[in-house]
């Protein structure tokens, strides 16, 4: 660290600024926006890393990935020693795979993930991501009431990511508990109890996961784990570590992330009524709806990268070895690229400009499965539920966490047993 305080000079909101205070959590778009206005890229002297919130400066470090390394993204506290044995080479998730590590190793691994998560893959599973939902929509759809993320936004990500990966069903609570204890892990504020419960999670997925392996190495499947066994070629073969490491991070990916992204966009669309009636009288406008939603409440705030250099960024200079954290979320409110920031444009035309899925060589992996899901869940809900609506006098209540934006349960309402409304939506939302 340079000598001089690296925050010395700025405005005081941005000199005192704590990205884990519980009101910025639920609210970050004013500081956000006050950061791209006076200083795009500052030090954060209460966390001990620097900030970039402008979108031009985020892309040009998300597409150096020599300077911006993304080898130490994920940083844990170490293992507790009553589960070292059980955890022998640390946590599932820090082994280094798609999120934390760099070309040509991230090229490596990449390549067999994407084997089984192209968009052409991703359709072949629509039939069924189709199913699952219904299922679920079914336990409820004549209740009148639910809480739609336990219920729906929950369970609908997870049973798909499971099924891809080729998990038995029977095992699907564990792999909600475990992919829920892996994202916890991100979040600094983890008190020790609660600290020691998640790792205890990982130890229990680790298990799992090496029987797991053993089996597919036996007996392939047509799955997704059997296909990161397999690796294809000889020079592409993934290690045990890896498979692991990989399979936890499409755990959050395709698990946690989605579930936000689909609260996110009901309620958004049910706040205001005019939206959702727009997009019911024409379903087309289901497509844009997603890729406005992603934009103005992105699920992923932002992921951390490491200088490897002396580098300068946004008229910044950031000394080698810095931790930069690059907020996605605050480059989709960046007013130089999107007029009127805070605004729910469904005719916007530059929404995908949008940096909800990364940029660069990490772009995330799981985004046509991602967008699928979101289609497939609001079609069938617009389809079922035809005067869905927010339930009156409902706490917002937001996860106290640095990285993720959305909310822990969302009350809905519905009459029951009204008919559709005239006219299928059918599948036109792409």
């Known amino acids: 660290m340079p000598n001089r305080d690296p925050s010395a000079g700025l405005c005081p909101a941005l000199h005192d600024y704590d990205p ?5 959590l639920a609210d970050p778009y004013p500081l956000w926006r006050l950061s791209q206005r006076e200083a795009p890229v500052f030090y954060v002297s209460k966390a001990g890393f620097w900030a970039v919130t402008g ?3 985020i892309l040009e470090a998300a597409r150096n990935n020599e300077v911006f390394s993304s080898r130490d993204s994920l940083n844990f506290r170490p293992v507790p020693e009553h589960l070292s044995d059980r955890l022998p080479n640390g946590f599932p998730q820090a082994y280094p795979s798609l999120i934390n590590s760099d070309p040509p190793e991230h090229s490596r691994i990449r390549k067999i993930a994407n084997r089984s998560l192209t968009p052409r893959h991703v359709t072949v599973m629509e039939p069924a991501i189709r199913e699952i939902a219904t299922s679920l929509l079914e ?6 009431a639910v809480d739609i993320v336990g219920r729906f936004a929950v369970p609908l990500p997870v049973t798909v990511i499971a099924r891809f990966l080729g998990v038995d069903e029977n095992d699907l609570p564990d792999f909600q508990r475990w992919s829920h204890a892996a994202f916890l892990m991100s979040n600094p504020n983890l008190d020790e109890d609660e600290f020691i419960r998640c790792a205890t999670c990982h130890a229990e997925l680790n298990e799992y996961l090496q029987e797991r392996i053993a089996e597919r190495r036996q007996d392939p499947r047509d799955d997704l784990l059997s296909r990161l066994v ?26 946690v992330t989605t579930t936000d992204l689909l609260g996110n966009l009901l309620l958004i669309l049910l706040s205001e009524p005019e939206r959702l009636q727009a997009v019911r009288s024409n379903p087309a406008l289901i497509g844009p709806a997603i890729e406005e939603v ?7 705030r932002g992921l951390f990268r490491t200088t490897t250099r002396e580098v300068e960024l946004g008229g910044v200079t950031l000394p080698e070895g810095a931790t930069v954290w690059l907020l996605w979320g605050a480059a989709n409110h ?7 920031p805070d605004e ?10 949008h940096l909800a899925f990364g940029k660069g060589t990490h772009f995330c ?16 809900l617009l389809e079922r539920l035809p005067d869905l609506r927010l339930a009156d006098e409902q706490e917002l209540v937001y996860p106290a966490s640095p990285v993720s934006q959305g909310v822990e349960r969302l009350q809905l309402e519905w009459t029951p047993g009204q008919p559709a409304p005239s006219g299928h939506l059918g599948r036109v939302g792409r």
């Open 55 to 57: 979108q031009a400066e």
């Open 139 to 144: 336990s409820f759809v004549d209740d009148g």
């Open 344 to 353: 729910f444009e469904l005719s916007r035309p530059n929404n995908k400009d």
């Open 365 to 380: 992996i799981g985004a046509p499965l991602a967008r699928a899901e979101l289609r497939i869940a609001l079609e069938l």
């Open 334 to 340: 960046d007013e130089r690229i999107f007029p009127r």
């Open 20 to 24: 884990f205070a519980p009101d910025h």
């Open 294 to 300: 992603l934009r103005i409440k992105s699920s992923i």
């Open 230 to 255: 397999d690796g294809g070629e000889e020079t592409t073969q993934l290690s045990n570590e890896q498979i692991i490491s990989l399979t936890a991070q499409l755990l959050i990916g395709g698990n």
